[in-house]
């Protein structure tokens, strides 16, 4: 990657093969972002691999192990513009253990419907996942069930 930061997010759904609904999550910071939706996620470390990441990330901040599906298409490589220094990778997500929680960073979790657009739409996201939001929106009928969901 050339100076940029990778980070990566995790879209998680009820299901991999049928999603119907969404789990979001509220920031608490920085202040800019405190009160915002974002997809749960964070910052590749050095040598780490954007899945294993993912995993660590999601493990640290609501207590839960995933199985990771299909990677949202961003056009890029390293995925979705954040800011001028960041870029995120999302992928589709299904949880394979633990119960959710808001561990850090978050205040609050919901699950949001996959199917009625306006829901999902209408939260109060970080205005750099909202196109990401979208984009999720408009391809869950063709990434699902695509490819075959993996562990690590």
Known sequence: MTGRIQVVGGAILDSL??????????RTAPEQFAGLWEFPGG?????????????????????IGVRLGQELPAGTASGWR???????????????DGVPLPLEDHDQLRWISTTKRDEALSLPWIPADFPIVRALL????????SNAPAEL
């Open 43 to 63: 910052k590749v470390e050095p040598g780490e691999q954007c899945e294993a990441a993912l995993h660590r990330e999601l493990r640290e901040e609501l207590g």
């Open 17 to 26: 093969t049928d999603p119907t609904r969404m789990l979001v999550a509220r």
């Open 138 to 145: 408009e391809s869950l009928g063709t990434l699902v069930g």
């Open 82 to 96: 954040l800011n001028e220094k960041a870029s995120m990778r999302v992928w589709l997500a299904e949880i394979s």
